[in-house]
């Protein structure tokens, strides 16, 4: 099995999209080890190609030309890995945020993926999914998968509620060695490992989400285990550790 980490771009986002328990925006007094650029987060935005040798199952595709211009890098990207686009045949998404799905369409308007024959969807958000009028031709194609549901031999979901209402974790397991392609389990990298309990103004439910938080960083920690994050500083991909009080991540 190999996973690729393909950019498709960065977005920068205001500090006050940090939230405190009981929605209480960060402020100004962000610790020091938070970098900003022109005062704002930078968060990169990631997708994973996971190939195993005959096919290629991509989780998350990007935001196209839906949304910021610093976006939709993602077919630069699957050149740069030579991964022809053709041996895409699953696409599988780990929450429906704009980010992460439309790059189901080139901006050009092609589709991206020609041989798709899977989309998978969390069922519960398979109709904010068909509400996205730029993704029409696909609302049809749309498979809606449950929590627990496996993939194929090597992949199976695990539900990670918070940031949204279906939001998914998947789990790769091959020789002994677990991938975890967590989507927005982390969006500032650099705060929230230390601080778990911040949350993100976009989390559909803020205490979930900080309750999923600290179950799937527990579950990542351990010498077999790895991460890969669509928000982590590009390429996403590292091992989570814990303190007493507190945890960290290690970037490969």
């Not at 962000?30 to 290629?56: H, K, Y």
């Not at 895409?88 to 901006?107: E, N, S, W």
Request: charged share 20%; hydrophobic share 40%; glycine share 8%.
């Amino acid at each position: 099995m190999t996973v690729t980490s393909l950019r498709d771009g960065y977005v920068d986002m205001p500090t006050r999209r940090l939230r405190q328990p009981g929605n209480i925006v960060f402020g100004d007094n962000l610790p020091s080890q938070v970098p900003l650029i022109d005062g704002a987060l930078r968060l990169s935005v990631n997708a994973f190609a996971i190939d195993d040798g005959d096919e290629i199952t991509l989780i998350d595709t990007g935001a196209s030309n839906a949304w910021h211009p610093t976006m939709g890098h993602l077919p630069k990207a699957l050149r740069e890995a030579k991964i022809a686009v053709d041996r895409v045949r699953t696409v599988a998404f780990t929450h429906t945020h704009l980010d992460h799905i439309h790059g189901l369409i080139l901006a050009d308007g092609g589709d991206g993926f020609p041989q798709l024959s899977r989309l998978l969807v969390p069922r519960l958000e398979i109709g904010m999914f068909r509400e996205e009028t730029r993704l029409e031709r696909f609302h049809g194609r749309a498979q809606p998968f449950d929590p627990g549901q496996r993939l194929s031999a090597h992949i199976d979901t695990i539900a990670t509620p918070g940031h949204e209402v279906g939001h998914t974790c998947f789990r790769l397991v091959s020789d002994g060695e677990t991938l975890l392609i967590w989507g927005d389990i982390v969006h500032v990298p650099s705060l929230q490992f230390d601080h778990p309990e911040i949350a993100w103004e976009f989390d559909a439910d803020q205490e979930q989400a900080r309750t999923t938080r600290r179950q799937i960083l527990t579950m990542a920690t351990g010498n077999a285990c790895y991460v890969a994050g669509a928000h982590l500083d590009s390429p996403g991909v590292g091992r989570v550790s814990c303190t007493e009080t507190a945890f960290r991540f290690e970037p490969l």
